[in-house]
């Protein structure tokens, strides 16, 4: 750390401070659940781990062990503490093995995810059939954000903790056995597994496991088997333990085999079997199958190795992306399709992480489905991406209406031509950073020939490129075609890619006519061409175009290459003609130096004739490079996510009112509504509490009568005594051995309460239009809010999460370096904020001026900011008129919250990280630091989490609040981290490469398809722990603006799901690299039949509700009417809502001729849905009755 | 065409447009050169004949370019060698495994199928064959079909639909009970004073485990529901495993001091009565039971198929006058998801073509009555309607009688209730393994004859198109019950009802074979319908 990042980490911390100062504060007034800020700061992974086990000690022990040793084995280290009794105060056997392996999951999950609280239920000692006892571990759904090392790991410690306590192993019955094998493949039926262990295998670890995996059922389906086994208490998948047997056990054995080979005490010497892959060996074809299916990528290579000679080195094409294609959702390109992304190598400053970049104009002219956040399911390298606006790579290339084919690299002009446009015959290139091949482990890919590429190539020859840099008349990037030539002539260089054309997607056929047809050409100059066409040369108005033949196949032949062309009536008019000709094999004046017999069968049969490039390579007077020899094909996944989080319905105080407010719990109506007990009274479960001083007895959190906090009071329900809660929380009476909370049935005078909340802060009703609380509780001891925190939410338009936090939810993309300008800010709002130079050491001076991006400062999109403001202004008044204390951030403008600190905070996590405001984008989105959002553990391939206002969580946030319930403690600030330590951070951000060129070694390895591990390219874990770990993320692209494209998918903007799909198989049309066919056949197959099909189903077997009081039926009650109240019954699936997309389906598959098997498909259907929904007796009388 | 069998022989013929008399196949069977002779018996026959007849072969054979009637020539006698058999006198309540449980003979007649012998002349099938030797063709009777919703299906998916089709099943069952218990309605039964003798019929609306282990099973008539306990030390508590939801039951007991719940002392089911006297043939004639075809899918067993038609042509079959199919004729399309990568067939109408063809191979004078299956062209949703005029147009051939899912034919004065058997698999899920499993699946078919409904639980894997009336009730108790679905073979009597789920002409799916289902392929049960004893022939 440099002492610049020191100042940087201090001053936030102050800030910090601050806040924590004033909250602290306005929580001793003693009105909330606690009088103390319930979100403690952890420094560190130590501190976070202690915090979210809430288990003391662990913290001081885990620092100790942190240097010595690694993560893992710091976990296997701490068990002994546990056994021993020097960490942690369990009493029980049981209870030191939940401990110890709650414990190792928090430390593998750097003390971030909700896992080891939430996905570990408990541990239990049961008995074995010969009497002996055995460890019984209790998972849970949410075991699953820990991750398959953890998972298993977690299985290792508690093993180990079992041997050290001398418990016996587990010896499963053979029914359990057979129960877990039909589990694990019903789960992956049901939910769907990473891996799925062959049966065989499932009962080899089932048989072998020392110790029972258990858990809650997570789904309805159940087995169908091996039903009501006595030790398994549910018939349906328990997904925590199917998850731990199978990505945890099942895949991660050689990882867990490394830990048991160093511990004595434990023995699993059947890993070996496993890692070797024989179980389940002798059924052999299907072990085959399962390697052929995991090994795309191995065939590859292999394939490049025996065809070197015949074909260009590819990697296979993949279609799983496809998979689920949904209505509304476009392709933009089938697998490896020529038309397709061209993959271009490098890492723009807004890029890496899980991120596509893609040019603006293709944004726009995709009918702007894409725009910056997007999701895209692509091919390669990994599953998804999010979509980044990059303008410095090339653009789509399209057919206009007039027959001119023309690039375009400019979003506005996408804009101009966009409703011109015939056909979308190129996407443009896609840019991918080296450290995304690096995280998914995915060989190169060849790639592109691009200038970055040639400038190196172009250094190597004799040519001076450096005085060509300097010459202002030069532009290395963007040469005329004389001196493209020129270039390629004369330093024996390869041909600039300007000019470089796809001559690998064209055959050696298509090739030679081309050729006989452009030696026919007849060059014109462009001022005797009678004006025809907008393409002209680039040089200058003096040049030629060259005039060819205009037939189908020569057309279709350029368009593939990507030459700029016209087709007139006269002829293809073809501009900057020069360096195609040559590439022909043409003279400067279009003779043709060669016959067909001059070609070589090596290049004539080059990848079955179906690629020119050698034969190019043989008539050219140059060498010329592959343009774009990957393509990767995608789709649309998720949109992108600007949008205030609300509870549905909208909650602004967590306060209970029962049926009273109707059912959009209005707290207003409630007051006023005459129920049994009175006007506005109503009977709810509260937790009853009590006040230390006058020993009043309350639902409240501020004594009613003396003002002073309450505390709540639990009683046994059925001793009547009172239980004091022991060290961990738990409410635990020894004499009737049941759990017990302080809730009880009371009747709150919520009219009173209304009136006082409203006169507490000044308000009046006319402040708000509604104010909504929540029908009941689901906390565990059902702690109501106090309502004044309601009616200044709704004063101010903001409303609460279940932990009583106001909430917005953004896209996560990274971004390394920014401009102040198109943050909407200043460089003297960035000087403020401690930014001293941009990125090349030069002093910040200047709005436009790029400067790298502190780690933890964050852009909030303009909805984010406004709701912010908005946040700021109900805290502040919180602060004055409900604490009594000043305002804390005084926002009159979205400027004034440069500078201020928020949380950020992502699902399934339970840890916030705090993060600084720097600025806005139009984006729909929150752009920050890759280290950021490694720090919540998220990655930017469409994730998406939400940020809080500093103040905001730690003034409302409560424990008290989270439901008590599987989950309930996920998503909420447990704990939170002040500052981001990069080795504890999701390992994923640390293979984000932070160089400024990728080496011409690297482009070659590409083409050799190398393992990324295998190039020498920095990546940011080489600078883990040095000085400069915060700092020295250099890019290879720049881009001129972070929110260029779109502000928002066209998915979002279009209405109906049907005008959605509509666009999408308009945009399939377009597209070259799209089969329009196969679209529609997919949206039928995946989004329409599925519904369908399903809605029928659920027609047939559904509930029914009563509509005056909405109690429900499982079956239709024979009186026909409510047995509750007498009112009417009704289904609860109608007919038209199963036949909603059967006529469309039908329409689709005509219009697009879809295979007849999925016709008939549609058929079968719509006779069933006539069956059942039209009454034989009433049918529209056919002919045939007639005859 | 090789047309060594009488089978091939009966599909050329269908080809060319004809159906054909059994003893006409034999015949032509029997030449010395079947091709030919077969096409100077096409010539012979006159244009507008649909039905090649004996005499039209005669006439063929007997003319100077056809082959002479080599009679008695053993050489070219149908192979039935292939043909095993498995003793059974179906009365025990067994499942037929013929290759390992059952003793199996090559004998082509079985022994303890003695009025067969009045039938055939008695000759070993080895030395028939001659024209002499097959002198009675069958003479099926026209069968007569009940509780068909086809062409009466009324409802259109109202709210209105649902309730009717469940107060026709009270209706009608509660009919069935009203005998037995003096039933109360649910709202009386509140009203009375705590501790007295109550009845009630009602259909079973829920099933919980009280925390002490004690069972309470509420019941609701068209008044409203009430709870009834039955305690667990109860002799009765074991009949609670067997309940399935919405199913009707009759409970008689004894009201709890406060008249909040009924303590159980007697339950009763529909039922059929022990004393049922099926009815029978007052000839011998059978009636081959099977189901489960699966044309399309590529594991369709043709072999097995031409096997069991070509033995239809023997004399050994002559008594086989109905061929009783319960479903699933063809794969089907879209049934589970990527299904087209195992169909061998992809075209749902070329299925049925195909099916068609299989069906002529059959011989023309046998009655054929079928019905739909999960994986045929009709709507899922039960009761299934019979195929559509489309479907039929293309089944044209052997003009079979095509009806609904369910339907009770009665054949020779014997009725057959025939179902898919989709709610088997619910049965055997909910039920407990002894009473209902997959290898035995007539003991889950026992359990809807005792409750007189084929598919009671509504909500769960059934699939429920309400209608006017509950097409799903077994009104009048049936003498044979037969289904298919499960793929297994079973029978056995329940108070005299003979219950066949018949096996299946698929060999094992992959998707089988993953949950590890063996299914019992190739086997055709045979019941004579005189006695109603079932004899099971393998042709696997």
């Known amino acids: ?1187 | 065409m090789p047309l060594e069998t009488p089978a091939r022989i009966a599909r050329e013929l269908a080809r060319r447009g004809y159906n054909a008399e059994r003893e006409a196949v034999t015949l032509l069977a029997g030449a010395v050169d079947p091709a030919t002779a077969l096409d100077a018996a096409v010539e012979a026959a006159p244009d507008d004949a649909l039905r090649l007849t004996t005499d039209h072969v005669r006439s063929a054979l007997a003319s100077p370019d056809g082959s002479p009637s080599d009679a008695g020539a053993s050489s070219t006698a149908p192979d039935t060698s292939s043909v095993d058999t498995s003793t059974s006198a179906a009365g025990g309540d067994s499942s037929a495994h013929p290759p390992t449980d059952a003793p199996h003979t090559t004998v082509s007649t079985p022994a303890e199928n003695p009025t067969n012998q009045s039938q055939s002349t008695g000759t070993p099938v080895e030395t028939k064959g001659s024209q002499k030797g097959a002198d009675s063709g069958r003479q099926p009777e026209p069968v007569t079909v009940a509780g068909d919703v086809t062409g009466r299906s009324t409802g259109t998916g109202e709210y209105g639909d649902f309730v009717s089709v469940f107060r026709d099943r009270y209706e009608k069952l509660s009919g069935q009970l009203r005998g037995r218990v003096n039933h109360r309605p649910a709202t009386a039964i509140a009203d009375m004073p705590g501790g007295s003798d109550v009845a009630m019929i009602g259909l079973v609306n829920e099933i919980r485990s009280s925390a002490s282990g004690h069972w309470i099973v509420e019941l609701e008539d068209t008044t409203g529901t009430f709870p009834f306990m039955i305690t667990k030390d109860r002799d009765i508590t074991d009949l609670v495993e067997e309940l399935l939801l919405d199913e009707c039951l009759a409970v008689e007991g004894t009201l709890s001091d406060d008249a909040g719940i009924a303590f159980v002392d007697a339950l009763y089911f529909p039922d059929v009565p022990r004393t049922y006297r099926p009815n029978t043939a007052d000839r011998h004639v059978q009636a081959a039971l099977i189901s489960d075809v699966h044309v399309g899918s590529q594991e369709f067993m043709a072999d097995a198929w031409n096997r069991f038609a070509d033995w239809l042509h023997t004399e050994e079959a002559s008594a086989v006058e109905y061929l009783l199919l319960a479903g699933d004729m063809v794969e089907g399309v879209g049934v589970y998801p990527d299904q087209d990568e195992e169909l061998d067939i992809v075209d749902i109408y070329d299925q049925y073509e195909r099916f068609s063809e299989h069906l002529k191979a059959v011989p023309g004078d046998i009655e054929i009555v079928m019905i739909p299956g999960n994986h045929d062209a009709v709507r899922l949703a039960e009761p299934q309607p019979a195929f559509d005029e489309e479907l039929r147009d293309i089944m044209t051939a052997h003009d079979a009688r095509i009806v609904g899912n369910p339907s009770t034919v009665t054949v020779e004065g014997v009725s057959v209730l025939m179902y898919h058997g989709v709610s088997l698999d619910e049965v055997i899920a909910e039920l407990p393994e002894e009473k209902a499993s997959y290898d035995h699946p007539h003991r889950a078919m026992y359990h809807l004859l005792k409750k007189r409904h084929v598919a009671p639980k509504y909500g769960g894997h059934l699939r429920l198109a309400p209608e006017e009336e509950d097409y799903l009730v077994i009104e009048d108790v049936p003498d044979i019950f037969h289904t298919g679905h499960v793929h297994k073979l079973g029978y056995g009597k329940y108070h005299n009802v003979l219950a066949v789920n018949s096996g299946c002409w698929q060999a094992q799916t992959a998707f089988q074979k993953s949950v590890n289902i063996d299914p019992d392929a190739g086997f055709a049960p045979i019941v004579d319908l005189d006695t109603l004893d079932l004899t099971v022939r393998k042709f696997a």
Not at chain 1, 192 to 220: S, V
Not at chain 1, 551 to 570: G, K, N, P
Not at chain 1, 1052 to 1080: F, H, I, P, W
Not at chain 1, 1121 to 1150: F, P, Q, W
């Open chain 1, 1 to 1187: 750390m440099t002492p610049d990042d020191e100042r940087y980490f201090e001053r936030m911390e102050h800030r910090l401070d601050e806040a924590f100062d004033r909250a602290k504060r306005a929580k001793e007034r003693g009105a909330d659940p606690r009088p103390e800020v319930e979100i403690p700061v952890a420094r560190d992974m130590a501190d976070r781990v202690e915090n979210i086990l809430g288990i003391d000690g662990v913290a001081e022990r885990v620092r100790e062990l942190d240097g010595k040793m690694s993560r893992e084995e710091a976990a296997l280290a701490l068990v002994t503490d546990f056994v021993e009794g020097t960490v942690g105060d369990y009493e029980t056997d049981a209870g030191k093995i939940e401990g110890a392996v709650r414990t190792a999951v928090a430390l593998l999950t750097e003390g971030v995810v909700a896992a080891p609280i939430e996905g570990i239920d408990r541990v239990e000692l049961l008995d074995n059939d010969d009497g002996s006892q055995f460890v019984n571990v209790y998972y849970a759904g949410p075991i699953r954000s820990a991750g398959g090392t953890a998972q298993a790991l977690s299985v290792l410690v508690a093993d180990y903790a079992r041997s050290l306590l001398g418990i016996e192993e587990f010896t499963p019955r053979d029914d359990e056995i057979e129960r877990y094998a039909e589990e694990i493949s019903l789960y992956d039926a049901e939910t769907g597994l990473q891996y799925t262990p062959k049966d065989k295998e499932t009962k080899f670890i089932a048989e072998h496991m020392p110790i029972m995996l258990d858990g809650e059922a997570t789904g309805d389906e159940e087995v169908s088997g091996f039903r009501d086994l006595e030790r398994v208490d549910t018939n349906a998948a328990r997904g925590g333990m199917c998850l731990v047997l199978a990505e945890g056990i099942a895949l991660k054995a050689p990882k867990i085999q490394r830990y048991t080979r160093d511990l004595e005490e434990v023995e699993w010497p059947w890993l070996q079997d496993l890692i070797d892959g024989t179980i389940g060996e002798d059924d052999g074809g299907e072990a085959d199958e399962a390697d052929a299916g995991g090994d795309d990528e191995g065939d590859a290579e292999a394939d490049s190795d025996d065809e070197a000679e015949t074909g260009p080195p590819r990697v296979d094409p993949s279609a799983k992306y496809l998979r689920d294609l949904i209505a509304g959702r476009p392709v933009f390109g089938h697998p490896s399709e020529s038309g397709g992304f061209r993959l271009r190598y490098g890492r723009a400053r807004n890029h890496g992480f899980a991120t596509a970049g893609v040019h603006p104009a293709t944004m726009h002219l995709v009918d702007d489905f894409l725009a910056t956040g997007t999701q895209i399911k692509t091919e390669r390298p990994g599953k998804a991406a999010g979509v980044v606006p990059v303008d410095t790579i090339e653009g789509p290339t399209v057919r206009l209406a007039n027959g001119e084919v023309r690039r375009i690299d400019d979003p506005a002009e996408a804009l101009k031509v966009r409703n011109g446009v015939e056909a979308i015959l190129d996407l443009g290139e896609y840019l991918v950073n080296y450290g995304e091949f690096v995280e998914n482990n995915h060989p190169l890919a060849p790639a592109s020939y691009t200038v970055e590429w040639w400038e190196q190539e172009f250094e190597a020859t004799a040519a001076d490129v450096q005085a060509l840099r300097d010459d202002p008349r030069v532009d290395l990037a963007d040469p005329t075609a004389a001196t493209a030539v020129e270039w390629a002539t004369e330093y024996d260089c390869p041909l600039h890619p300007k000019y470089t054309y796809l001559w690998h997607d064209v055959s050696v056929d298509e090739f030679e006519t081309l050729a006989t047809a452009a030696a026919r050409g007849e060059p014109r100059t462009v001022e005797s061409d009678g004006g025809h066409g907008m393409v002209r040369p680039k040089d200058g108005s003096g040049g030629e175009v060259l005039v060819i033949e205009r037939t189908e196949r020569l057309r279709r032949t350029l368009e593939t290459l990507l030459v700029e062309h016209v087709a007139t009536d006269e002829g293809i008019r073809i501009p900057d003609w020069e360096p195609l000709a040559r590439s022909l094999g043409l003279t400067p004046s279009l003779d043709r130096t060669w016959t067909a017999d001059d070609l070589s069968t090596a290049a004539r049969e080059y990848d079955d004739g179906d690629n020119a490039i050698r034969a190019v390579d043989e008539v050219a007077p140059f060498t010329v490079r592959e343009r774009a020899p990957t393509r990767i094909g995608n789709r649309m996944g998720r949109p992108e996510k600007s949008e205030r989080r609300d509870l549905s319905p909208a909650v602004h105080t967590l306060y209970p009112i029962g049926e009273a407010g109707g059912s959009q719990r209005d707290v207003g109506a409630a007051a006023g509504a005459r129920t049994d007990e009175g006007k506005g009274v109503v009977n709810v479960e509260v937790g009853r509490r009590a006040c230390g001083d006058c020993g009043a007895t309350t639902h409240r959190t501020r004594c009613p009568a003396c003002g002073s906090h309450t505390e709540p009071v639990y009683e046994c329900g059925s001793c009547e005594r009172l239980v004091e809660p022991d060290e961990s929380g738990r409410v635990h009476c020894e004499r009737c051995d049941r759990d017990v909370t302080s809730v009880e049935w009371q009747q709150l005078d919520v009219g009173a309460r209304y009136r006082e909340a409203l006169d507490g802060v000044g308000e009046r009703e006319a402040a708000f239009d509604i104010l909504k609380g929540v029908k009941g509780l689901t906390s565990a001891n059902k702690t109501p809010e106090p309502m004044e925190k309601g009616v200044l939410r709704a004063k101010h338009g903001v409303s609460a999460f279940k932990d009583g936090t106001v909430r917005y939810d953004m896209t996560d993309l990274p971004v390394t370096s920014v401009r102040p300008e198109e943050l909407d800010v200043t460089a003297e709002d960035f000087r403020e904020l401690g930014y001293e130079t941009d990125i090349d050491g030069d002093p910040l001076r200047f709005d436009d001026q790029l400067v790298e991006l502190k780690v933890q400062d964050i852009v909030l999109s303009d909805g984010a900011a406004e709701h912010l403001l908005k946040t700021a202004d109900f805290v502040d008044d919180l602060l004055t008129e409900f604490y009594d204390l000043p305002a804390f951030y005084e926002v009159t403008e979205r400027e004034d919250l440069i500078g201020e600190l928020v949380f950020g905070m992502a699902p399934h996590t339970s840890a916030a990280v705090v993060g600084r405001v720097v600025g806005f984008t139009s984006a729909s989105v929150g752009y920050a630091h890759p280290y950021f959002h490694a720090a919540k553990r998220r990655n930017c391939d469409g994730d998406e989490d939400c940020v809080m206002l500093l103040m905001d969580g730690l003034l409302n946030f409560s424990q008290e609040y989270l439901p008590d319930q599987r989950g309930g403690r996920m998503d909420a600030p447990l704990v939170m981290s002040s500052r981001i330590d990069p080795t504890e951070i999701d390992d994923e951000a640390h293979n984000v490469d932070v160089v400024r060129q990728y080496p011409t070694e690297f482009y070659e390895a590409t083409r050799e398809m190398a393992d990324p591990e295998d190039v020498a390219i920095e990546i940011a874990e080489e600078s883990l722990e040095t000085e400069g770990e915060y700092h020295g993320f250099d890019h290879t692209h720049d881009t001129s603006n972070i929110a260029l494209g779109p502000d928002l998918s066209a998915y979002k903007t279009l209405g109906s799901m049907m005008e959605k799909m509509d666009a999408q198989l308009n945009l399939a049309r377009k597209l070259r690299a799209v089969d329009e066919t196969d679209v529609a056949e997919r949206v039928i197959e995946y989004h329409f039949l599925p519904d369908l099909i399903g809605n029928l189903r659920a027609f047939s077997r559904q509930e029914t509700r009563c509509l005056d009081c909405g109690e429900s039926y499982r079956r239709m009650p024979l009186s026909g009417d409510c047995r509750e109240c007498g009112g009417r019954v009704n289904l609860t699936v109608h007919e038209g809502s199963v036949n909603k997309y059967m006529d469309t389906a039908i329409e689709v598959a005509d219009e697009f001729g879809c295979r007849p098997y999925t016709k008939q498909r549609l058929e079968v259907l719509e006779k069933s849905l006539e069956s059942v929904f039209q009454d034989d007796h009433n049918k529209p009388s056919r002919l045939d009755d007639f005859m």
